[in-house]
């Protein structure tokens, strides 16, 4: 890439000494239309991977939900049903709750680590990201050890409650808000401020007249995603809804799994897919205006003081709310079945459990779980990095732009799209020749990659876009290939990144429970699908095993955060920690 700048420079140099005016060159043309080539190339390939794995068990799953005799009629005889009408309407409220103080903590808190500068920034922004990549399971189970009636808080009565799972929430999903609304938060021009301020308005005026309007887009944006999350998040309602509360989710896999009843959990599905289709294309509007504002830049971040108290106090709140439950889990996890302290939890994974609950030892489900995820890493990476080069170019013609907007939105639906879902599409749809995948250990890793490949997607656009063009352009006029330019300029300045976000799809693939509670086979179990049995099953040994398991999984995932926090480039707008 440096030979290809001196170069530039030298050319440009000679032009310039010479005065000779260049003349029209059909090279540019022809490098433009083998570019546009190549990426129709890159786009088609996890276009085709989108349609075979996403779309066709969508359409098989659309198909049985309105197969029956009663057709279309299908989904008015589902949602007649009180209980069905009960969890749709619970679904939306509980997600909404949970946006609403994923902001109202979320906010206070982007200021603080974002604005302000203190020591330990780095490592406060880090614990807040930890449980976003937990394992919901494993945030459940935290949350249900904290809580229970032998809990260090049982005596609140919480246990099973809504609360719960709202706090739950809250703590997987503030970070999103916090990184999201952060790094617009960044972004901002003080200029307009300090006009405001030099023209009297006081600091809450500021506030609501210049600062929330500029963080509307990020604000919106983060809540939509919160939205997403928090009324697809099956494993916290596994574990934390105790029979009592149930989602569109959680309904599916009981319709599926418990009551054989497919033709009701097709319609589900397909209820919560025109759900999750109508918050994307909100999401996808406000993403766009929020992208514009990250690309303003600030450079002063003064030190912490007394005005920020408040904001500091809700952080030490938050803090509490994400630390406390895994450490007690943690420490729960070195308690002995006899009521004193050991590593004779740990030691049994190398076990079945008790009353021989499962079928291999715990031992193999974590190879098993890290191997799927190694492997659902690769492909997610490989699909993330050729959909990163398309739609990280801003196209000059209008059909372009819609293109690539069209691509956009097409690309993001496996993220607002449950897991359980997916799963379920794969379970219906891929048991025939020649997609006969029901024997094949690529069923598990597939849906995993299928599930974090828009997150990976999110990561890797805006390092690409915020790739100087003239460096691309210098290079094709020097006569390199498209191939050549993006190996000698795009992939040394996207390198950490995108090594950030494999490691980050790592991470989700190692946790996902969703999908792999349907599709992974009972002889080679992942991790958190172990951790569900076992919490589900009677025993001591077995509430231990569970805790151990946990604990293990979250060490994990707190390793790979440390990674992502030392590969990212956080001085770069946009770069790993923007969701």
């Known amino acids: 890439m440096t030979d290809l700048r001196e170069r530039a420079g030298t050319d440009r140099a000679a032009a310039a000494r010479s005065g000779a005016t260049p003349g029209p060159n059909p090279e540019p043309l022809a490098l433009g239309r083998l570019r546009t080539a190549g990426l129709l190339a890159l786009a088609a390939v996890p276009v085709l991977v989108l349609l075979v794995l996403f779309f066709y068990p969508v359409a098989v799953i ?12 299908a989904l008015g005889d589902v949602l007649a049903r009180s209980r069905i009408r009960r969890i749709v309407l619970f679904t939306v409220w509980q997600a909404a709750a949970s946006a609403g103080l994923c902001l109202l903590l979320g906010l206070p808190l982007a200021h603080l680590l974002y604005r302000r500068r203190f020591r330990g920034r780095a490592v406060a922004r880090a614990v807040i990201t930890v449980p976003f990549v937990l394992p919901t399971v494993v945030v459940g189970l935290a949350f249900r050890t904290l809580l229970a009636e032998n809990g260090p808080l049982g005596s609140w009565g919480l246990d099973g409650s809504v609360w719960a799972v709202l706090a739950a929430h809250v703590c997987l999903n503030v970070a999103v808000v916090v990184r999201t609304v952060g790094l617009a938060w960044a972004g901002i021009d003080d200029r307009t401020a300090d006009a405001a301020r030099s ?23 983060a809540a939509v995603m919160v939205f997403l999350f928090c009324a697809t998040s099956f494993g916290i309602m596994q574990v934390l809804g105790g029979g009592r509360y149930s989602t569109i989710e959680t309904e599916i896999w009981r319709q599926t799994e418990e009551m054989l009843d497919l033709p009701t959990a097709s319609v589900l599905s397909v209820l919560q897919l025109v759900l999750v289709c109508a918050v994307l294309v909100v999401a996808a509007r406000l993403r766009r205006r929020t992208e514009r504002t990250l690309r303003r830049r600030s450079v002063r971040t003064p030190q912490v003081g007394r005005r920020d108290l408040p904001a500091v106090i809700v952080g030490v709140l938050v803090g509490l709310v994400v630390l406390g439950p895994v450490v007690v889990m943690m420490l729960r996890s070195l308690r002995t079945p006899g009521g004193g302290w050991g590593l004779q939890n740990y030691r049994a994974l190398a076990g079945v459990g008790e009353d021989n609950v499962l079928l291999v030892p715990v031992t193999d489900a974590l190879v098993n779980s890290l191997q799927s995820a190694a492997v659902a890493a690769a492909v997610a990476i490989a699909l993330g990095a050729m959909l990163a080069v398309v739609l990280g170019r801003r196209p000059r013609s209008r059909a372009g732009r819609r293109a690539t907007g069209l691509l956009d939105a097409v690309v993001m639906l496996p993220l607002g799209v449950s897991a359980v879902t997916v799963g379920f599409g794969f379970l219906v749809a891929l048991d025939a020749p020649p997609l006969d995948l029901r024997s094949s250990w690529l069923l598990v890793p597939l849906a995993q990659a299928l599930v ?24 094709g006029v020097l006569g390199a290939p498209p191939l050549t330019v993006w190996r000698t300029v795009d992939l040394p300045l996207a390198a950490r990144g995108a090594a950030g976000a494999a490691a980050f799809a790592f991470a989700v693939a190692l946790g996902e429970f969703g999908a792999t509670s349907f599709l992974a086979r009972p002889r080679t179990p992942t991790l958190p699908v172990v951790i569900g049995r076992l919490i589900s099953r009677p025993g001591e040994v077995n509430a231990g095993m569970a805790l151990a398991a946990a604990t293990v999984l979250a060490l994990l995932c707190v390793l790979v955060v440390a990674a992502i926090d030392l590969l990212g480039d956080t001085r770069r707008a946009g770069g790993i920690g923007g969701f």
């Not at 023209?199 to 944006?221: D, K, N």
């Not at 974090?452 to 290079?475: E, F, G, K, N, W």
Request: a positive charge; proline letters at 10%; aromatic letters at 2%.
């Open 62 to 73: 659309v198909g049985q939900g309105f197969a029956g005799p009663d057709g279309v009629g």
């Open 199 to 221: 023209l009297g308005a006081g600091p809450l005026r500021v506030l609501r007249t210049v600062t929330l309007p500029a963080l509307g887009p990020a604000i919106a944006a």
């Open 452 to 475: 974090v490949t828009p997150l990976v997607v999110r990561m890797l656009v805006p390092l690409v876009r915020s790739t100087d063009d003239r460096l691309r352009q210098a290079a």
